[in-house]
T-cell receptor, first 115, second 112 residues
Framework: EPEVTQTPSHQVTQMGQEVILRCVPISNHLYFYWYRQILGQKVEFLVSFYNNEISEKSEIFDDQFSVERPDGSNFTLKIRSTKLEDSAMYFC?????????????FGDGTRLSIL | ELKVEQNPLFLSMQEGKNYTIYCNYSTTSDRLYWYRQDPGKSLESLFVLLSNGAVKQEGRLMASLDTKARLSTLHITAAVHDLSATYFCAVGLGLSGNQFYFGTGTSLTVIP
């Protein structure tokens, strides 16, 4: 069964550094998402992406964050000037061409640790 | 402020017993999703509920949606150990309905 893959599984970064989290969505999906889950807390929506542009974003997704689809398969989340509170599990998800009303398929996540 | 609340947060139940997890949300939506998360793992889609009165069943799990009451339930029948996990409901919002707002999660432990 096709799946969303994320790399790396664990990223350790010094505070203030930039980090790029990578995702390969399911190949025939057109809608892409990033979520984060701070340890022990609920999953929070960050951003959705369709047709090479951001379609919606939450208040969390400020100027520190950016997303990009640099080629036909990868979908990346860049976090600039990382802070301690950026430490979390970051999940990438994708959904099919119909977009609405479809479940989002999640990757295994990248655990980001800011030191 | 949107709230998606699950009850209970923690549930310990014996094998063979039945129980219901509740998901209340504070805004209008007819899109409700249930996910399962095993420790350290990703979120696995269980159910998609898209209309008032929707009911779906898969194995020992059954989910329902009452959009008027802004309530969804996840009913567990004759629990088995393999069902131990954290269960999240998520409400689909935003212009496209693709902004998923997750509940607080219910950590289920099934005791042999």
């Amino acid at each position: 069964e096709p799946e969303v893959t994320q790399t790396p599984s664990h990223q350790v970064t010094q505070m203030g550094q930039e980090v790029i989290l990578r995702c390969v969505p399911i190949s025939n999906h057109l809608y892409f998402y990033w979520y984060r889950q701070i340890l022990g807390q609920k999953v929070e929506f960050l951003v959705s992406f369709y047709n090479n542009e951001i379609s919606e974003k939450s208040e969390i997704f400020d100027d520190q964050f950016s997303v990009e689809r640099p080629d036909g398969s990868n979908f990346t989340l860049k976090i600039r000037s990382t802070k301690l509170e950026d430490s979390a599990m970051y999940f990438c998800a994708s959904s099919s061409w119909t977009g609405n009303n479809q479940p989002q398929h999640f990757g295994d996540g990248t655990r980001l640790s800011i030191l | 402020e949107l709230k998606v609340e699950q009850n209970p947060l923690f549930l310990s139940m014996q094998e063979g017993k039945n129980y219901t997890i509740y998901c209340n949300y504070s805004t209008t939506s007819d899109r409700l999703y249930w996910y399962r998360q095993d420790p350290g793992k990703s979120l696995e889609s269980l159910f998609v509920l898209l209309s008032n009165g929707a009911v779906k069943q898969e194995g020992r799990l059954m989910a329902s949606l009452d959009t008027k009451a802004r309530l969804s339930t996840l009913h567990i029948t004759a629990a088995v150990h393999d069902l131990s996990a954290t269960y999240f409901c998520a409400v689909g919002l935003g212009l496209s309905g693709n902004q998923f707002y997750f509940g607080t999660g219910t950590s289920l432990t099934v005791i042999p």
